[in-house]
Protein backbone atom coordinates (compact mmCIF):
# COMPACT_ATOMS: atom_id res chain seq x y z
CA UNK A 1 0.00 0.00 0.00
CA UNK A 2 2.80 2.43 0.96
CA UNK A 3 4.68 1.52 -1.99
CA UNK A 4 1.28 2.48 -4.08
CA UNK A 5 0.82 5.33 -2.74
CA UNK A 6 4.59 6.42 -3.37
CA UNK A 7 4.36 5.94 -7.00
CA UNK A 8 1.01 7.77 -7.45
CA UNK A 9 3.04 10.21 -6.02
CA UNK A 10 5.95 10.03 -8.13
CA UNK A 11 4.69 12.04 -11.49
CA UNK A 12 3.09 15.24 -9.48
CA UNK A 13 6.45 15.39 -7.58
CA UNK A 14 8.08 15.10 -11.24
CA UNK A 15 5.55 17.83 -12.97
CA UNK A 16 6.07 19.97 -9.85
CA UNK A 17 9.96 20.15 -10.52
CA UNK A 18 9.20 20.51 -14.25
CA UNK A 19 6.97 23.46 -13.72
CA UNK A 20 8.96 24.90 -11.31
CA UNK A 21 12.23 24.97 -13.47
CA UNK A 22 10.19 25.74 -16.78
CA UNK A 23 12.23 28.08 -18.99
CA UNK A 24 10.04 31.84 -18.95
CA UNK A 25 8.30 32.66 -22.16
CA UNK A 26 10.31 35.33 -24.17
CA UNK A 27 8.84 38.03 -25.75
CA UNK A 28 11.08 40.04 -28.80
CA UNK A 29 10.26 43.43 -29.38
CA UNK A 30 11.47 44.77 -32.44
CA UNK A 31 11.98 48.14 -33.68
CA UNK A 32 13.25 51.01 -35.50
CA UNK A 33 13.62 54.17 -33.55
CA UNK A 34 15.79 55.23 -30.88
CA UNK A 35 15.44 54.54 -27.43
CA UNK A 36 14.43 58.45 -26.07
CA UNK A 37 11.21 58.36 -28.91
CA UNK A 38 7.52 58.15 -27.44
CA UNK A 39 7.86 54.04 -29.09
CA UNK A 40 11.44 53.59 -27.77
CA UNK A 41 9.96 54.52 -24.55
CA UNK A 42 7.31 52.60 -24.41
CA UNK A 43 9.21 49.55 -25.63
CA UNK A 44 11.70 50.07 -22.44
CA UNK A 45 8.44 50.32 -19.85
CA UNK A 46 6.62 47.81 -21.42
CA UNK A 47 9.56 45.42 -20.82
CA UNK A 48 10.17 47.13 -16.99
CA UNK A 49 6.17 45.80 -16.40
CA UNK A 50 6.13 42.63 -17.23
CA UNK A 51 9.77 42.40 -15.17
CA UNK A 52 7.80 43.52 -12.23
CA UNK A 53 4.18 41.88 -12.62
CA UNK A 54 5.37 38.68 -14.36
CA UNK A 55 9.09 38.06 -12.63
CA UNK A 56 10.00 34.56 -13.80
CA UNK A 57 6.76 33.94 -16.10
CA UNK A 58 7.62 36.02 -18.94
CA UNK A 59 10.75 37.86 -20.31
CA UNK A 60 11.01 40.89 -22.52
CA UNK A 61 13.57 41.40 -24.70
CA UNK A 62 14.00 45.01 -26.72
CA UNK A 63 15.97 45.56 -30.35
CA UNK A 64 15.61 49.25 -30.62
CA UNK A 65 17.14 50.65 -34.07
CA UNK A 66 16.49 47.79 -36.46
CA UNK A 67 18.93 45.74 -34.91
CA UNK A 68 17.15 42.73 -35.70
CA UNK A 69 14.61 43.85 -38.37
CA UNK A 70 13.70 46.84 -40.40
CA UNK A 71 9.61 47.42 -40.46
CA UNK A 72 9.50 46.02 -43.75
CA UNK A 73 11.01 42.32 -42.47
CA UNK A 74 9.51 42.26 -39.00
CA UNK A 75 6.51 41.01 -40.47
CA UNK A 76 7.34 38.00 -41.71
CA UNK A 77 9.86 37.83 -38.77
CA UNK A 78 6.72 37.63 -36.80
CA UNK A 79 4.94 34.91 -38.65
CA UNK A 80 8.08 33.14 -37.95
CA UNK A 81 8.13 33.18 -34.55
CA UNK A 82 12.14 35.05 -34.95
CA UNK A 83 10.16 37.96 -32.91
CA UNK A 84 6.93 37.87 -30.89
CA UNK A 85 6.12 41.75 -30.59
CA UNK A 86 6.53 45.28 -33.68
CA UNK A 87 5.42 48.22 -33.99
CA UNK A 88 5.81 49.08 -37.64
CA UNK A 89 5.20 52.39 -38.95
CA UNK A 90 1.39 52.78 -40.26
CA UNK A 91 2.61 53.70 -43.37
CA UNK A 92 3.99 49.85 -43.61
CA UNK A 93 0.81 48.40 -43.71
CA UNK A 94 -1.00 49.25 -47.22
CA UNK A 95 0.71 46.15 -49.12
CA UNK A 96 -1.04 43.77 -46.63
CA UNK A 97 -4.29 46.23 -46.02
CA UNK A 98 -5.35 49.19 -48.25
CA UNK A 99 -7.79 50.42 -45.14
CA UNK A 100 -4.70 52.10 -43.19
CA UNK A 101 -3.52 53.96 -46.01
CA UNK A 102 -5.94 56.31 -44.31
CA UNK A 103 -3.35 57.46 -42.09
CA UNK A 104 -1.26 58.79 -44.91
CA UNK A 105 -3.92 60.98 -46.17
CA UNK A 106 -2.98 64.59 -45.93
CA UNK A 107 -4.60 67.06 -43.79
CA UNK A 108 -7.35 64.45 -42.61
CA UNK A 109 -6.86 64.82 -38.57
CA UNK A 110 -6.25 68.57 -37.32
CA UNK A 111 -3.91 67.17 -34.86
CA UNK A 112 -3.13 64.23 -32.07
CA UNK A 113 -6.40 64.76 -30.27
CA UNK A 114 -8.29 64.10 -33.48
CA UNK A 115 -6.39 61.13 -33.98
CA UNK A 116 -6.52 59.69 -30.39
CA UNK A 117 -10.81 60.00 -30.96
CA UNK A 118 -10.82 58.43 -33.76
CA UNK A 119 -8.71 55.52 -32.97
CA UNK A 120 -10.62 55.17 -29.41
CA UNK A 121 -14.10 55.18 -31.71
CA UNK A 122 -16.33 52.21 -33.68
CA UNK A 123 -13.95 52.70 -36.72
CA UNK A 124 -10.69 53.33 -35.53
CA UNK A 125 -10.90 50.07 -33.27
CA UNK A 126 -12.47 47.96 -36.40
CA UNK A 127 -9.29 48.94 -38.27
CA UNK A 128 -7.21 47.92 -35.39
CA UNK A 129 -8.40 43.98 -35.93
CA UNK A 130 -7.94 44.87 -40.28
CA UNK A 131 -5.32 42.48 -40.30
CA UNK A 132 -6.86 39.54 -38.26
CA UNK A 133 -7.11 37.19 -41.67
CA UNK A 134 -3.61 37.86 -42.25
CA UNK A 135 -2.24 36.10 -39.37
CA UNK A 136 -1.41 39.11 -37.01
CA UNK A 137 -3.02 40.53 -34.15
CA UNK A 138 -3.62 44.45 -33.55
CA UNK A 139 -2.78 44.84 -29.75
CA UNK A 140 -3.00 49.04 -30.13
CA UNK A 141 -2.04 52.17 -31.72
CA UNK A 142 1.14 54.39 -30.40
CA UNK A 143 1.67 57.52 -31.68
CA UNK A 144 4.80 59.64 -31.84
CA UNK A 145 3.34 63.27 -33.42
CA UNK A 146 2.69 64.85 -36.51
CA UNK A 147 4.73 65.26 -39.03
CA UNK A 148 7.00 67.85 -40.66
CA UNK A 149 8.90 68.46 -43.62
CA UNK A 150 12.86 69.48 -43.61
CA UNK A 151 14.76 70.72 -46.21
CA UNK A 152 17.77 72.06 -47.45
CA UNK A 153 15.98 75.46 -48.55
CA UNK A 154 12.96 76.95 -47.06
CA UNK A 155 9.68 75.50 -48.14
CA UNK A 156 7.13 78.59 -47.48
CA UNK A 157 4.67 77.28 -50.19
CA UNK A 158 4.11 73.91 -52.14
CA UNK A 159 5.46 75.25 -55.18
CA UNK A 160 8.78 75.10 -53.17
CA UNK A 161 8.73 71.37 -53.68
CA UNK A 162 9.30 71.22 -57.31
CA UNK A 163 11.97 69.04 -58.11
CA UNK A 164 12.85 68.34 -54.78
CA UNK A 165 13.97 64.86 -54.20
CA UNK A 166 12.27 64.05 -50.37
CA UNK A 167 12.65 60.73 -48.18
CA UNK A 168 9.79 59.37 -47.67
CA UNK A 169 8.55 56.23 -46.07
CA UNK A 170 7.26 53.24 -48.71
CA UNK A 171 3.61 54.67 -49.06
CA UNK A 172 1.45 55.03 -52.05
CA UNK A 173 -0.36 57.99 -50.86
CA UNK A 174 3.00 59.56 -49.39
CA UNK A 175 4.34 58.67 -52.94
CA UNK A 176 1.57 60.12 -54.83
CA UNK A 177 1.04 63.28 -52.64
CA UNK A 178 4.75 64.63 -53.67
CA UNK A 179 4.76 63.59 -56.91
CA UNK A 180 1.58 65.68 -57.55
CA UNK A 181 2.95 68.62 -56.03
CA UNK A 182 6.56 68.19 -58.89
CA UNK A 183 8.97 66.96 -55.60
CA UNK A 184 10.83 63.24 -56.31
CA UNK A 185 9.81 61.12 -53.31
CA UNK A 186 12.41 58.79 -52.88
CA UNK A 187 11.43 55.40 -50.87
CA UNK A 188 14.11 54.76 -48.20
CA UNK A 189 13.51 52.27 -44.95
CA UNK A 190 14.13 54.66 -41.72
CA UNK A 191 17.47 53.27 -40.64
CA UNK A 192 19.34 54.81 -43.86
CA UNK A 193 17.81 58.01 -43.93
CA UNK A 194 20.51 59.91 -41.79
CA UNK A 195 22.93 58.33 -43.99
CA UNK A 196 20.86 59.56 -47.10
CA UNK A 197 21.01 63.11 -46.08
CA UNK A 198 24.31 63.08 -44.79
CA UNK A 199 25.76 62.55 -48.14
CA UNK A 200 23.03 64.50 -49.90
CA UNK A 201 21.59 61.29 -52.24
CA UNK A 202 18.03 63.34 -50.63
CA UNK A 203 17.72 66.75 -50.14
CA UNK A 204 15.21 66.66 -47.69
CA UNK A 205 12.91 64.28 -45.50
CA UNK A 206 9.46 63.94 -43.73
CA UNK A 207 8.85 62.89 -39.76
CA UNK A 208 7.58 63.51 -36.58
CA UNK A 209 9.70 65.63 -33.95
CA UNK A 210 11.00 63.30 -32.00
CA UNK A 211 12.20 61.45 -34.57
CA UNK A 212 13.90 64.12 -36.34
CA UNK A 213 15.77 65.25 -33.36
CA UNK A 214 16.31 61.43 -32.09
CA UNK A 215 18.15 60.72 -35.39
CA UNK A 216 20.38 64.17 -35.25
CA UNK A 217 18.28 65.22 -39.06
CA UNK A 218 18.13 68.27 -37.98
CA UNK A 219 21.57 68.83 -38.10
CA UNK A 220 21.82 67.97 -42.12
CA UNK A 221 19.04 70.27 -43.00
CA UNK A 222 18.80 73.79 -42.82
CA UNK A 223 14.76 74.36 -42.71
CA UNK A 224 12.00 73.14 -40.93
CA UNK A 225 8.27 73.45 -42.63
CA UNK A 226 5.83 73.28 -39.53
CA UNK A 227 3.33 71.45 -41.83
CA UNK A 228 1.54 68.73 -39.50
CA UNK A 229 0.05 67.53 -42.40
CA UNK A 230 -0.36 64.00 -41.42
CA UNK A 231 0.00 61.35 -38.46
CA UNK A 232 2.96 59.44 -38.05
CA UNK A 233 2.44 56.66 -35.63
CA UNK A 234 2.03 52.94 -35.19
CA UNK A 235 0.47 49.58 -34.78
CA UNK A 236 1.31 47.49 -31.75
CA UNK A 237 1.20 43.99 -33.27
CA UNK A 238 1.73 40.11 -32.43
CA UNK A 239 0.89 37.18 -34.22
CA UNK A 240 -1.99 35.48 -33.45
CA UNK A 241 -0.79 32.04 -33.39
CA UNK A 242 1.81 33.28 -30.61
CA UNK A 243 -0.73 35.51 -28.54
CA UNK A 244 -3.42 32.83 -28.94
CA UNK A 245 -0.92 30.15 -27.44
CA UNK A 246 -0.18 32.04 -24.48
CA UNK A 247 -2.17 30.84 -21.21
CA UNK A 248 -5.20 32.56 -20.35
CA UNK A 249 -3.88 34.48 -17.22
CA UNK A 250 -0.39 35.44 -18.99
CA UNK A 251 -2.15 36.89 -22.19
CA UNK A 252 -4.77 38.73 -19.57
CA UNK A 253 -1.71 40.73 -17.52
CA UNK A 254 -0.15 41.63 -21.07
CA UNK A 255 -3.40 42.82 -22.43
CA UNK A 256 -3.42 45.01 -19.35
CA UNK A 257 0.29 46.13 -18.49
CA UNK A 258 -0.18 47.39 -22.84
CA UNK A 259 -2.82 49.04 -22.17
CA UNK A 260 -1.36 51.28 -19.14
CA UNK A 261 1.94 51.85 -21.38
CA UNK A 262 -0.10 52.88 -24.55
CA UNK A 263 -1.88 55.99 -22.51
CA UNK A 264 2.08 56.59 -21.68
CA UNK A 265 3.01 56.87 -24.89
CA UNK A 266 -0.32 58.73 -26.11
CA UNK A 267 1.15 61.38 -23.18
CA UNK A 268 4.75 61.36 -23.95
CA UNK A 269 4.06 61.66 -27.87
CA UNK A 270 2.47 65.11 -27.11
CA UNK A 271 5.71 66.45 -24.45
CA UNK A 272 7.86 64.57 -26.52
CA UNK A 273 7.01 66.61 -29.81
CA UNK A 274 6.59 69.83 -27.74
CA UNK A 275 10.42 69.38 -26.09
CA UNK A 276 11.82 68.38 -29.22
CA UNK A 277 10.54 71.33 -31.20
CA UNK A 278 11.61 73.38 -28.89
CA UNK A 279 15.33 71.88 -28.12
CA UNK A 280 15.55 72.52 -32.47
CA UNK A 281 14.18 75.98 -32.31
CA UNK A 282 16.72 76.67 -29.49
CA UNK A 283 19.77 75.62 -31.38
CA UNK A 284 18.95 78.33 -33.63
CA UNK A 285 19.75 75.69 -36.82
CA UNK A 286 17.67 74.84 -38.88
CA UNK A 287 15.16 77.45 -39.19
CA UNK A 288 11.60 76.58 -38.12
CA UNK A 289 8.73 78.01 -40.33
CA UNK A 290 5.34 78.65 -38.54
CA UNK A 291 3.09 78.55 -41.44
CA UNK A 292 0.26 81.28 -41.10
CA UNK A 293 -2.73 79.71 -41.44
CA UNK A 294 -3.59 81.29 -44.59
CA UNK A 295 -0.61 79.48 -45.92
CA UNK A 296 -1.38 76.36 -44.15
CA UNK A 297 -4.86 76.64 -45.98
CA UNK A 298 -1.94 76.79 -49.30
CA UNK A 299 -0.56 73.56 -48.23
CA UNK A 300 -4.02 71.86 -47.45
CA UNK A 301 -5.65 72.73 -50.92
CA UNK A 302 -2.71 71.46 -52.36
CA UNK A 303 -2.46 67.89 -51.01
CA UNK A 304 -5.57 67.43 -50.48
CA UNK A 305 -6.61 66.44 -54.36
CA UNK A 306 -4.57 62.97 -53.51
CA UNK A 307 -7.06 61.77 -51.43
CA UNK A 308 -9.40 60.59 -54.95
CA UNK A 309 -6.93 58.34 -55.65
CA UNK A 310 -7.56 56.70 -52.47
CA UNK A 311 -11.15 56.79 -51.20
CA UNK A 312 -12.42 53.54 -52.94
CA UNK A 313 -9.97 51.67 -51.39
CA UNK A 314 -9.96 52.73 -48.21
CA UNK A 315 -13.53 52.98 -47.97
CA UNK A 316 -15.26 56.89 -48.21
CA UNK A 317 -17.24 55.81 -44.63
CA UNK A 318 -14.00 55.10 -42.97
CA UNK A 319 -13.01 58.03 -44.35
CA UNK A 320 -15.90 60.43 -43.21
CA UNK A 321 -15.68 58.98 -39.62
CA UNK A 322 -11.93 60.43 -39.31
CA UNK A 323 -13.20 63.54 -40.48
CA UNK A 324 -15.84 63.96 -37.78
CA UNK A 325 -13.01 63.29 -35.03
CA UNK A 326 -12.04 66.60 -35.90
CA UNK A 327 -14.86 68.32 -33.80
CA UNK A 328 -13.45 69.97 -31.02
CA UNK A 329 -10.18 70.47 -32.16
CA UNK A 330 -8.66 73.55 -33.86
Request: hydrophobic share 40%; net charge neutral.
Amino acid sequence: MKIRVMLSFIPLFCFTLIASGAEPIVIRFSHVVAEQTPKGIGANRFQQLVEEKLTGRVKVEVFPRARLYNDDEVFIALLNGDVQLAAPSLSKFSTITKALELYDLPFLFNDLAAVERFQGGETGQRLLHALDDKGFKGLGYWPNGMRVISANKPLRSPADLQGLTLRIEPSKVIAEQYQFLGAIPVKLSFAHTRDALRRELVEGQENSWSNIYSQGFQTLQTNITETNHSFQGYMLITSKTFWNGLPADVRGELETILAQVTEEVKAQAAEQARQDRQAIIAAGKPKVIALTDEERGLWRQAMTPVWASFTPSIGPTVIAAAQAANAGSR
